[in-house]
């Protein structure tokens, strides 16, 4: 039956967005992770030791906790259409740069110096990326549908380590280490042309439908927070938005919260690994696939988490409780790790620790970039999301570290693992008897944009 021509045209652009930044994403989690499938090929071209090796491979990290604040201005000042598409073109410059150190430099000195240099580079210029994501989100989806747009990206990691790691391995053994810097550095390159040609604000977006418009801007979306007329009058951030920002009780514990997520990852790419193989006897290749279920896992519990929340909310759950009963319930559930401690058999372990990966992500989908969607201050936002990110990625470092500490000075893998889990249950109770009311910053009693209907305080007009 032919539609009738005066039925409104009904577009989802905003689906083809979130499709663009998850697979933004997934770059971003590749380049970062290369190094370490590259990493033994070029500790033996260059003669590096395993020091000199782990100081490359933590450049990454430090940098991309100190670029992001700087990141956020430069978010908050020029939008996320130019800051991500200028950053994503640097970045896989970089990325391509670690293809050609051998060419550029004489001896393992000079190699040392320019692929720290690359790294810590590439650890800067990365810094906004996932504050644009939730920029993105903000500014496209309506509050009651943030949930599951932001699980989505925050899921990259799983696509980038089920997807780009085993292509990674096969390039290196069969090209040498340097072509997953060249394959991955290339399709970055390409994307910045697709991102340049369909990444619009949702006004001026020429797919978007009036219907698809009215439902953004009806649901609380932001649409007009990168809008030229908007950057332009927007003051510069102010010390006292600084001092809101760190000082809020309810940011602090999401902050938090963030921190020990990332705790919990980090705690899988690099010791989990480890553990398997002197605890309890695993050999390498067992031990690598041992990490893919827990990492499946990880992704489904993340999808599950935003879809719960955002359905919570349609149910008509208050969104603090929509928001956190699923981040307390999936770290409560990621806590079971300890157990991993007296679990007899290897199979065991998998399974905990897939369980306990699905209640990760449950969390990670539920209570973490959509808790800062939901409450960022409306002229904050990318300074907001860096700052959160930020506090969250200081784990990156700390974590691995500590853990080794703890093995090393008690010669125990329970004691870390105790230690790993402990973090759960502390991130759930800030959640639970700390964090209070989630409401946008700056607007006491506002109820964050999954509700509410932002047009007369933004002077937004229905379309």
């Not at 577009?11 to 770059?27: A, M, Q």
Request: hydrophobic share 50%; glycine share 12%.
């Amino acid at each position: 039956m032919p539609k009738d021509p005066m039925t409104p045209r009904t577009t989802h652009v905003r689906i083809w967005i979130l499709c663009l930044i998850l697979f933004l994403s997934v770059v971003a989690y590749a380049d970062r992770s290369i190094l370490s499938i590259s990493g033994s090929a070029i500790k033996e071209e260059f003669g590096l030791s395993a020091i000199q090796l782990g100081l490359i491979l933590s450049a990454f990290s430090w940098a991309y906790v100190i670029g992001q604040i700087p990141g956020g201005l430069f978010l908050d000042r020029f939008g996320a259409k130019k800051v991500y598409g200028v950053t994503l073109a640097l970045w896989s410059l970089s990325t391509l740069a670690m293809g050609f150190v051998g060419e550029f430099s004489s001896g393992m000195t000079g190699a040392l110096m320019l692929m720290f240099g690359l790294r810590f580079l590439l650890g800067l210029i990365e810094a906004p990326s996932f504050p644009a994501n939730a920029r993105v989100v903000i500014m496209w989806f309506p509050g009651a549908e943030r949930g599951r747009a932001s699980s989505l990206f925050s899921s990259a990691q799983y696509f980038a380590v089920a997807i780009f790691s085993p292509l990674s391995g096969w390039l290196v053994s069969r090209f040498g280490w340097e072509w997953p810097f060249f394959v991955l550095g290339g399709i970055g390159v390409l994307a910045v042309f697709v991102w340049a040609a369909y990444m619009r604000e949702p006004r001026n977006h020429p797919g978007v439908s009036e219907t698809e418009l009215r439902h953004i801007v009806e649901g609380g979306g932001l649409v007009d927070i990168d809008a030229a007329q908007t950057l332009k009058a927007r003051p510069p951030v102010s010390k006292a938005m600084f001092r809101k920002l760190l000082t809020n009780r309810m940011l602090w514990c999401a902050y938090l919260g963030q921190y020990c997520i990332i705790a919990l990852s980090y705690f899988f790419i690099t010791w989990f690994p480890i553990y398997l193989v002197q605890a309890r006897g695993m050999n390498i290749m067992e031990a690598g696939f041992a990490t893919v279920a827990p990492a499946l896992f990880g992704f489904l519990g993340g999808i599950s988490g935003g879809y719960l929340s955002d359905k919570l909310i349609a149910r008509g759950w208050s969104v603090s409780w929509a928001r956190k009963t699923p981040y307390i319930v999936g770290m409560l559930m990621a806590s079971s790790l300890v157990l991993a401690a007296i679990i007899p058999g290897n199979t065991g372990i998998i399974a905990i620790m897939s369980f306990a990966f699905f209640g990760k992500g449950v969390a990670a989908g539920a209570g973490t970039w959509t808790v800062i969607s939901d409450t960022a201050p409306k002229e904050a936002v990318g300074l907001a999301g860096s700052i959160f990110n930020g506090i969250g990625n200081i784990a990156g470092f700390t974590t691995p570290l500590l853990f080794g500490i703890i093995v090393g000075l008690t010669g125990s893998y329970s004691i870390g693992l105790a230690f790993v889990a402990a973090h759960c249950v502390v991130a759930a109770l800030l959640f639970l008897l700390v964090m209070g009311p989630i409401e946008r910053v700056g607007e006491p009693g506002e109820r964050p944009a999954s509700y509410e209907n932002q047009e007369a305080q933004n002077g937004i007009k229905a379309v």
